[in-house]
């Protein structure tokens, strides 16, 4: 049987998911809650990560060790990369790559983990369709592209610029490959679906103020498309 975890790295991005839940039992690890149920018919795992990689990281192998999950599905809000975003877009994920990684003095290219063939982690090709069917049918506006993640907030147009060009990003964020690249080792299927809070420019920290709610819950609703026709 399937069990599905989802993540969110904070309290805006998971709290529909654990009020609509069913039979919820709260179980930590690491400091982390984990809080089992139902939700639209589905049995999950819901959790909040918290903010960065190393917290995303952990809390996906836990997942999958101790709550033996069948899929993975994160989701919350990210700065646009892409020029054509607008607060409120979804972004669904089609790999992750680490953008703060940086070997270059040894040859490697900015994002690329030295020793792997793997630095772009792709995600799960059905959950990616499940994700984009469920945008269609709610109307949302939606891009599949590259998440990039780094343990940084972005806020500065020059950075956007550079990381659309040189990683061809939809949109950047602070845990996504961190799930990505744990859950491909493990080899689990995951999505990262993002619905775009801010332009990561020099507005961002205003706009992330003002749009984190909302967008979670344009997420969220994306989530229980896909969870309800699962
Ligand atoms: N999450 C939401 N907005 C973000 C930004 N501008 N940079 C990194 N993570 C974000």
Same mark, same amino acid.
Do not use: W
């Given at each position: 049987?399937?069990?599905?975890? +989802?993540?969110?790295?904070?309290?805006?991005?998971?709290?529909?998911?654990?009020?609509?839940?069913?039979? $919820?039992?709260?179980?930590?690890?690491?400091?982390?809650?984990?809080?089992?149920?139902?939700?639209?018919?589905?049995? /999950?795992?819901?959790?909040?990560? #918290?903010?960065?990689?190393?917290?995303?990281? /952990?809390?996906?192998?836990?997942? @999958?060790?101790?709550?033996?999950?069948?899929?993975?599905?994160?989701?919350?809000?990210?700065?646009?990369?892409? $020029?054509?975003?607008?607060?409120?877009?979804?972004?669904?994920?089609?790999?992750?790559?680490?953008?703060?990684?940086? /070997?270059?003095?040894?040859?490697?290219?900015?994002?690329?983990? $030295?020793?792997?063939?793997?630095?772009?982690?792709?995600?799960?090709?059905?959950? @990616?369709?499940?994700?984009?069917?469920?945008?269609?049918?709610?109307?949302?506006?939606?891009?599949?592209? @590259? /998440?990039?993640?780094?343990?940084?907030?972005?806020?500065?147009?020059?950075?956007?610029?550079?990381?659309?060009?040189?990683?061809?990003?939809?949109?950047?964020?602070?845990? #996504?490959?961190?799930?990505?690249?744990?859950?491909?080792?493990?080899?689990? $299927?995951?999505?990262?679906?993002?619905?775009?809070?801010?332009?990561?420019?020099?507005?961002?920290?205003?706009?992330?103020?003002?749009?984190?709610?909302?967008?979670?819950?344009?997420?969220?609703?994306?989530?229980?498309?896909? +969870?309800?026709?699962?």
């Amino acid at each position: 049987a399937q069990t599905i975890g +989802l993540i969110g790295a904070m309290d805006e991005e998971i709290e529909l998911l654990l009020s609509d839940m069913e039979n $919820p039992v709260r179980t930590d690890y690491a400091g982390i809650t984990y809080t089992e149920g139902d939700v639209y018919g589905k049995h /999950v795992v819901v959790c909040k990560s #918290g903010v960065g990689k190393v917290n995303a990281a /952990v809390t996906t192998q836990i997942l @999958i060790e101790k709550f033996s999950v069948s899929h993975i599905i994160f989701t919350g809000v990210a700065g646009a990369v892409h $020029p054509d975003l607008e607060i409120g877009d979804i972004v669904i994920s089609t790999a992750c790559i680490h953008h703060d990684i940086d /070997v270059t003095p040894l040859g490697y290219k900015r994002g690329e983990i $030295p020793y792997q063939k793997t630095s772009a982690f792709p995600a799960d090709t059905d959950l @990616i369709k499940r994700a984009a069917e469920a945008c269609e049918e709610l109307s949302a506006r939606y891009i599949s592209g @590259i /998440v990039l993640s780094g343990d940084q907030f972005i806020a500065s147009k020059e950075v956007v610029s550079r990381l659309h060009d040189e990683f061809q990003g939809a949109c950047a964020e602070m845990e #996504g490959a961190a799930v990505a690249q744990v859950s491909f080792m493990n080899k689990i $299927p995951y999505v990262i679906l993002r619905a775009m809070s801010d332009k990561a420019d020099g507005s961002a920290h205003v706009n992330f103020a003002e749009f984190t709610v909302e967008s979670s819950q344009k997420s969220h609703r994306i989530v229980e498309h896909i +969870l309800v026709h699962m």
